[in-house]
């Protein structure tokens, strides 16, 4: 019998196994992380090994040196992560690996790492879409959540809100026109001397502003639950370059908070407005950018008026960590979902249909 064939078997067994533990992969972009997850909430170990400090000098990610060292981490990451969860390799009933969306180059190292795994292990494979393992991180951080719900993904890729009708049942509402919201921190924290990673550093310099700059863009999906960022990036950057051109000095601190406000109250509108749509009391936030705490907060206040509790996770689940992988793996698992063979390639086009 062929490795496909048996893992079919071990698949369907799995199921219905009491308790099941997940090794599970992250290598899509700048961490390399192993996670190992019990039913799907419960983290054993959660090992996150970071490039920022690697990528910081170029001035963001650079794919083929984030490939390089995903190779040199991926094994001491793997054994810590086994150290940590107190485990042994016996223990694994099945190998979790980010598929897509992200760099093709870093993302092939943790499904050929996870390939070799899962096939010496002689365990199941699971494919996990990236953007599924966000919103995954919820799950863990409160244990009771449970679909249906709406959910913003805010991250350097992806600004999206969705209908969460199921673990592995999901509708695409809306989602950005252009850039990412997450890319968009970035280009302003470069534009105005912050440097990479933008996100946190524009959040952290926006405590010190004041949301006093007005900048002119077109609001083109004010009626949809589309978004578009370029035009609020290109504003900003036109009023950046307006000043420098006269002379005039740049209160950076202000440009930061009246981005982030503006970028806030749009994320915020349209994410209640769902809700309100869907009859939902449930706004769960995922990715990168979830890890603002301005955002979340500003999220959390105006849900409260409307009687929606916001779910946001902790800072160190928003952001790429196997942890996520391993959850929603567990849910692809119950509902048959992501057995892979060892000819699985990653991807980087995202399918929704299929997560
Ligand atoms: O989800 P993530 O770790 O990777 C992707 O899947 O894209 O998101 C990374 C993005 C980056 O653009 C980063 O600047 C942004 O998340 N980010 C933040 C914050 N922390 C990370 N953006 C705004 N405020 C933050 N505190
Ligand atoms: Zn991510």
């Keep these: 019998m062929s490795y496909f064939e048996r ?51 170029f001035g963001g990610v650079v794919p083929e ?32 690996v980010t598929i897509g969306v992200g760099l093709i180059g870093a993302l092939f190292v943790g499904v050929n790492f996870a390939k070799g795994l899962a096939y010496q292990l002689d ?56 850039d990412a919201v997450g890319e968009c921190f970035d280009k302003v924290a470069r534009e105005v001397g912050l440097g990479y990673p933008g996100g946190p550093k524009v959040e952290k310099m926006a405590k010190e502003g004041h949301s006093n700059i007005e900048f002119r863009k077109q609001n083109s999906f004010k009626h949809s639950y589309n978004f578009s960022f370029s035009g609020i990036k290109t504003a900003v950057i036109n009023y950046i370059h307006n000043k420098r051109q006269s002379g005039e000095e740049i209160n950076v601190a202000d440009v930061c908070c009246s981005f982030q406000n503006l970028v806030t109250k749009e994320l915020v509108s349209k994410s209640i407005r769902l809700c309100e749509e869907k009859q939902t009391k449930k706004l769960v936030l995922a990715g990168g950018v979830s890890a603002n705490r301005f955002i979340a907060n500003n999220m959390i206040e105006v849900g409260a008026k409307y009687n929606i509790e916001v779910y946001v996770p902790p800072i160190e689940l928003c952001t790429d960590n196997a942890s996520m992988i391993g959850s929603q793996a567990y849910y692809n698992l119950l509902a048959g979902k992501g057995l892979c063979d060892l000819d699985i390639v990653p991807t980087t086009v995202i399918n929704y249909t299929n997560i």
């Design 7 to 57: 893992m079919k078997i071990k698949y369907e067994n799995l199921r219905h196994k009491e308790n099941v533990i997940v090794l599970a992969i992250e290598s899509s972009c700048d961490e390399t992380s192993i996670a190992v997850v019990k039913n799907g909430r419960e983290v054993l170990s959660n090992i996150v090994s970071s490039q920022i400090p690697i990528h910081e000098r």
């Design 65 to 96: 040196v984030a490939s390089r060292n995903h190779i040199t981490a991926i094994s001491n990451v793997f054994n810590e992560a086994i150290k940590k969860a107190n485990i042994t390799i016996e223990d694994i009933d099945a190998v979790a």
């Design 123 to 178: 365990v199941p494979l699971i494919a996990v879409n990236h953007i599924a393992g966000h919103l995954a991180s919820n799950y863990i951080a409160y244990p009771s959540l449970e679909p249906p719900f709406v959910c913003l993904v805010i991250s350097g890729g992806h600004t999206s809100l969705f209908m969460i009708n199921d673990y592995c049942d999901w509708t695409l509402i809306g989602q950005t026109m252009d």
